[in-house]
């Protein structure tokens, strides 16, 4: 299920990053990332009410709010340069340099996570960081 999740994932980013591109036409890159925003939260909330998750607020952690909130954090100032990097680049150049976090994220998961790092893993880094550069180049 987590494959097929992941997928529509993709899915989705791609379709994000098209429609982005054609809805910052002539706006403010900070602007537009806000009212996006505001799309996201309350999708997000409603999800929480129709399956009925809101009730479990109160049991989230202090450790867990903390890197709750630093995850928003990053997400917001992820979203705050995507957009503003859209504006200014074309989508095909754009999106390939932003996947590279999928090589960040192996390398952070190895440091702060323990994950393993295999030789799979390292041949995979190395083929998308060859591909964003192709690609972005």
Known sequence: MWFILALLSAVFAA????????GI???NSNLATALRTIVVLAMAWG??????????????????W????????????????YFRALQLGGASKVVPVDKLSVVI?????????????????????????????????
């Open 66 to 81: 903390l890197f709750l909130i630093l995850s928003g954090l990053a997400t917001g100032a992820s979203w705050l340069c």
């Open 25 to 27: 036409n002539g706006v």
């Open 47 to 64: 999800m929480v009410f129709i399956t009925g998750a809101q009730g479990g607020i109160g049991d989230i952690s202090r450790k867990n």
């Open 105 to 137: 994220t192996l390398l952070l998961a190895v440091v702060f996570l323990h994950e393993e790092f295999s030789a799979k893993s390292v041949a995979g880094a190395v083929m998308i960081t060859a591909g964003a550069i192709l690609m972005a180049l």
């Open 15 to 22: 379709a994000t990053s098209i429609l982005a591109k054609i």
